[in-house]
């Protein structure tokens, strides 16, 4: 992480639009491995470099994260969306209940994924006007379902 970002600040190169986002993002890339899940620093990498793009050519909205476990890619997703994305941040998961959990791909604690929020992109983060958290079983949502809880008319 030291020598990406070391890297990119003698290259003078800003991803992000926000410097405080940037800020945060960088000390997240350093933090990140605290939280127990299955995102990596390669897949923040392209995460950023992808929202710089949109960011540039003017796409906007919220995000939405299938099966957020712990909320260790969430909360990436979450300080980009912050840098422009301009929407809110919906969170899907079955958390606690895992009985609808079928294929045993994880155990998702929705306190867990609320502290890891809170702790790298502010308490604010999880006011209602940014987050809606839905416990569901993804399947059992349509689209329409997704788009309403991110705010959007469907």
Request: glycine share 14%; proline share 1%.
């Amino acid at each position: 992480r030291g020598y990406i970002v070391q890297r990119r600040q003698a290259a003078g190169a800003q991803l992000e639009h926000s410097a405080e986002v940037g800020r945060r993002l960088d000390e997240y890339m350093g933090g990140m491995h605290g939280v127990i899940g299955w995102f990596d620093l390669q897949a923040l990498l392209v995460l950023r470099v992808l929202s710089a793009h949109q960011i540039t050519t003017g796409v906007k909205g919220g995000v939405v994260e299938i099966g957020v476990h712990h909320g260790k890619s969430l909360a990436a997703l979450c300080l980009l969306n912050q840098d422009g994305g301009g929407g809110k941040v919906v969170a899907v998961d079955v958390f606690e209940d895992q009985v609808r959990n079928t294929d045993a791909s994880g155990e998702g604690d929705q306190a867990l994924m609320m502290h890891t929020l809170s702790e790298w992109c502010g308490e604010d983060s999880a006011l209602p006007a940014r987050l809606t958290v839905l416990e569901a079983d993804s399947r059992t949502l349509s689209p329409s379902a997704l788009i309403e809880a991110g705010g959007g008319a469907a």
